[in-house]
């Protein structure tokens, strides 16, 4: 599996959790996360950056009682939406500086043979051409050009790959006419889904989650990265007309520090969450929250069916959610919203009225990991 997030990463995505399906159903699954390089020495200092680093040396690191490796390989130079790393020579060269290589990893962990070649990451490209494998999957999960600095580079990198797979999968509908756009043969919509199991928290533990002691009732959460993606512009002015509910970011910063200035003392922004410390954390909310910015960032939500609303949902709170066409289509169990004064009027139903949760563990249970698992065998 050529993918971006690292296995152990607090950022779950979907190919963690398809990894896992892989090794509950008895295959042995290499799992590559993008590359530790040069680029990363200005954040030396970062937990996840030493993490990376740390697991580059030890690579690989098992888990899953050995049937998953992770692997965060080690490269002079690495692909990024920056410009001169971004221009074909970095992106179609640079695992040749990979220390230590493909080649020597392969015959170190042994995977000679491979069954599955899986990538979500357009820098594996080269997977392709360089191992030998029986079938071939891409999984899209973006509009890729979305990204900062990849406008009119990264579609070549995804045509590239869809055209040599043997099958494309994507994670919403509304991505279906740009995978058609990138010219692979076969493709198939396969859902995000959620590990229904661990965040269906019917019987709760009472006791609320250490990172919420301080913080007081009615708790607003929001999971997931802190990025241009979200409106606040809505966040500040929600929050000042509701200085008695307590709104809580809880991810990895990806935006610029302007963006997150003058926000009202009741929004709180708690950093990075363990992957499994958030069916407790749920667990100590009153709604889950997805303000995205769809009156300006429509480019990139439009591709989007957010794990958070899945996890919300198998967790049982009520989930408020700005409105875009992909979650209308779903027909979930969500609370949606076209403006500031509806998501008000959410908040205060979320907050003031009883909620029963059977519909949205019922819609959860409906879309566990396992059924997106067997989607994508079939598709192939």
């Not at 509908?173 to 043969?185: A, F, R």
């Not at 991810?251 to 520090?257: E, N, Q, R």
């Not at 958030?278 to 990139?300: C, H, K, Q, W, Y």
Request: proline share 7%.
């Amino acid at each position: 599996m050529g993918c971006t997030q690292p296995y152990w990463s607090a950022l779950q995505v979907g190919s963690q959790h398809l990894a896992r399906q892989f090794a509950k159903h008895g295959w042995k699954v290499h799992y590559f996360s993008a590359p530790i390089s040069l680029l990363h020495l200005p954040k030396l200092f970062d937990t996840e950056i030493i993490k990376r680093i740390q697991c580059a040396r030890q690579s690989p690191t098992p888990h899953a009682n050995g049937r998953i490796r992770s692997y965060v390989p080690s490269s002079f130079i690495a692909p990024a939406g920056l410009c001169l790393l971004r221009n074909k020579m970095v992106t179609h060269n640079w695992f040749k500086t990979m220390v230590p290589s493909l080649k020597s990893m392969q015959h170190k962990s042994g995977f000679e043979r491979i069954d599955l070649l899986y990538i979500d990451n357009l820098s594996y490209h080269f997977l392709l051409d360089r191992l030998s494998y029986q079938k071939s999957i891409f999984r899209v999960m973006d509009i890729h050009e979305g990204f900062p600095g990849w406008q009119g580079k990264a579609r070549h990198l995804a045509q590239k790959i869809a055209g040599q797979v043997d099958a494309t999968i994507y994670s919403a509908q509304g991505l279906e006419k740009y995978v058609h756009t990138l010219g692979s043969g076969k493709s198939a919509l396969v859902p995000n889904g959620v590990d229904f199991d661990s965040f269906n928290l019917q019987k709760r533990s009472g006791q609320r989650h250490p990172l919420l002691q301080e913080i007081p009732d009615p708790v607003l959460l929001y999971t997931g990265m802190i990025d241009s993606r979200l409106d606040f512009d809505l966040i500040r002015s929600a929050a000042r007309t509701l200085p008695h509910a307590s709104f809580i970011f809880a991810g990895p910063v990806s935006c610029s520090a302007t963006r997150l200035t003058d926000l009202p003392a009741n929004v709180y922004l708690i950093g990075p969450v363990p992957h499994d410390d958030l069916p407790e954390l749920l667990g100590s909310a009153t709604a889950g929250l997805i303000p995205f910015d769809v009156n300006n960032r429509m480019d990139v939500i439009q591709g989007i069916r957010p794990l958070k609303l899945f996890e919300y949902l198998a967790a049982g709170i009520p989930v408020i959610s700005a409105k875009w066409p992909e979650l209308e289509k779903m027909n979930s169990p969500a609370w949606l919203y076209d403006n500031e004064q509806e998501f008000v009027e959410l908040v205060h139903k979320a907050t003031t009225d009883n909620h029963d949760p059977i519909a949205a563990w019922n819609f959860a249970k409906e879309h566990d990991w396992k059924h997106s698992f067997e989607l994508m065998l079939n598709a192939l």
